[in-house]
């Protein structure tokens, strides 16, 4: 147990806690820190999002305040990422950081492979470096200037200046680097409240410190998407069918930011075509996108923060009362209700990856359906079919019997391209070719092949079995050189069968010489009384 731990300061990084520890009990070896705080020698000083939590809070004297949750909801990075991350992500990472002797919890917020990286060097305040020495008697490493994003101080509004410690990466992963040890210099820039670049970060750098405040915030990655949509709607850069204007968007991101801010926070967007991050933040309702991304966008739209994570029931973005909802009309070109209103109910689908709900329309006569987007308004021609129905197979199968019928005029009465009456042909298994003025084949079309598994399996165990009568003394080794696609097709579809018929293990080719050490010493022992 140790038996002196500093308490933490306000918005401390557990790391400048560990930092203050190591500098007053003086270890003689770099691990030294890491054997008392964690019992192990093979710890890693992590500053964004720290594990073995939970070996430290039971390394503490009792009644110490550096519980394992007041650690990761006060003194990590989680906080900030928290709001941004699914519920079972957030749930596992708060446990990886508890118990976990690895760094899963980087990997699975991202850290590792994000762009928008960390500053290079540890930063501070000026002012605040002379506030916590006039009044703690040192000063320690701020959790919010390390953040990316953070250029600001939102308590003195002067620039964040970088010290001489090396953040990203760290000098050395098993020893900690406190804020006393660092040169710090005393040079003040302040905010311009005139530039409007300056205001932008210093309004950045306050809601990054709200965010930080919040502890265990996480609506999830879904009820995120959908409020994002309510503010996009509330703004006009939602169509009537529900699609966002991202052009629009982003045109309105680059014209309050400008490039060069956008740059600096590295949230650029592409010039050419693509939507970048964007895309990925609105578009994608399972995929986790910097949290700085995400206030970027809350910030271009001024969207209130309190409000837009604390709503408690997500309002659905108002639909235009002139789009039609039902009925809706049936569309097969052979049924004799076409074109008339009588399909009352239709069948939702699941959201596609875009986030867009799309119906089924089924007609109750003749089983024609199709699909269309919700809140789309009322077509005239099937761009989708989903079934054809069988009032429309049946006709089809009537007219291909037919040979004075043609392939066009049959194409026209059913409604479709001649192509596609070939293509529903050989789904019902009609005969090809078919007889008429000018035969019809398959010609043009796709037709799946069908593979005998069970013989290309047999193939493959023979072709194996003389492979190994062709080479008796082989090894699988050796065999698998002489024919890698037979192995990696066996290894994949048919692993058990090649286990059990794998040449035997050859014995090792090279023995180790076993040194005589007696006869060795005897030869030595004059050697070494002459030397």
Not at 20 to 49: K, P
Not at 263 to 268: F, G, I, K, M, T
Not at 327 to 332: E, G, I, K, V, Y
Not at 360 to 383: K, M, Q, T, W
């Amino acid at each position: 147990m140790i038996a002196y731990f500093p308490n933490p300061y306000p918005d401390e990084l557990l790391y400048s806690l560990c930092a203050r520890f190591s500098d007053r009990m003086q270890f003689g070896t770099e691990t030294g820190t890491m054997l008392a705080l964690y019992g192990s020698r093979h710890a890693i000083a992590t500053v964004d999002l720290p594990h073995r939590l939970g070996a430290l809070a039971s390394q503490l004297p009792p009644g110490h305040p550096c519980t394992v949750d007041v650690i990761i909801d006060q003194h990590t990075f989680l906080p900030y990422y928290g709001p941004f991350l699914t519920k079972p992500t957030y749930g596992q990472v708060r446990a990886w950081m508890a118990a976990s002797t690895k760094a899963s919890a980087r990997v699975k917020c991202g850290a590792c492979t994000n762009r928008v990286r960390p500053p290079k060097f540890f930063r501070y305040c000026p002012e605040c470096v002379q506030e916590n020495r006039a009044r703690l008697g040192e000063t320690y490493w701020r959790r919010l200037f390390q953040l990316p994003g953070v250029e600001v101080c939102p308590i003195h509004e002067v620039f964040l200046e970088p010290s001489d410690i090396r953040l990203d990466p760290l000098p050395n992963r098993h020893k900690y680097y406190s804020a006393e040890k660092a040169r710090l210099g005393s040079t003040v820039h302040r905010v311009d409240h005139k530039n409007p670049a300056h205001r932008i970060l210093l309004n950045l750098a306050r809601r990054i410190d709200w965010l930080l405040q919040r502890a265990r915030l996480n609506p999830g990655l879904e009820s995120l998407h959908l409020r994002h949509q309510t503010v996009l709607a509330g703004k006009g850069f939602v169509t009537r069918a529900g699609s966002i204007r991202m052009a629009e968007v982003q045109q309105e991101i680059i014209k309050f930011y400008g490039p060069k801010l956008l740059e600096l926070l590295r949230c650029a967007l592409p010039d050419d075509k693509g939507d970048g991050w964007l895309g990925h933040l609105l578009r994608k309702t399972n995929t986790a996108v910097a949290p700085l991304r995400h206030l970027v966008l809350l910030t271009a739209l001024d969207v209130d923060l309190e409000r837009f994570f604390t709503v408690t029931q997500h309002e659905q973005p108002a639909q235009d009362a002139a789009t039609p909802a039902s009925p809706w009309p049936c569309l097969n070109p052979v049924c004799k209700h076409r074109d008339t209103l009588i399909v009352s109910k239709a069948e939702p689908q699941p959201p596609d990856g875009n986030g867009t709900v799309h119906l089924i329309i089924r007609c109750p006569h003749c089983g024609f359906a199709y699909r269309l987007r919700d809140n789309d308004e009322v077509p005239v021609r099937a761009s989708h079919v989903v079934d054809y129905g069988p009032t429309w197979k049946n006709l089809l199968c009537q007219q291909w019997s037919d040979t004075s019928i043609t392939l066009r005029q049959m194409a026209k009465t059913l409604g479709v391209d001649p192509k596609t009456v070939k293509q529903r042909a050989i789904d019902l298994g009609l005969p090809f070719p078919r007889s008429g003025k000018r035969p019809v084949t398959k010609r043009g079309l796709y037709v799946p092949k069908r593979r005998d598994h069970a013989k290309r399996l047999e193939d493959h165990r023979r072709a194996w079995a003389e492979l190994r009568a062709n080479n008796p003394t082989a090894g699988t080794k050796a065999l698998r050189v002489q024919s890698p696609a037979l192995y990696a097709w066996l290894y994949r579809c048919d692993q058990t069968w090649l286990k059990n018929h794998q040449p035997a293990r050859l014995p090792p080719t090279v023995t180790r010489v076993h040194v005589d050490w007696a006869k060795r010493d005897e030869e030595l022992v004059g050697q070494v009384a002459t030397a």
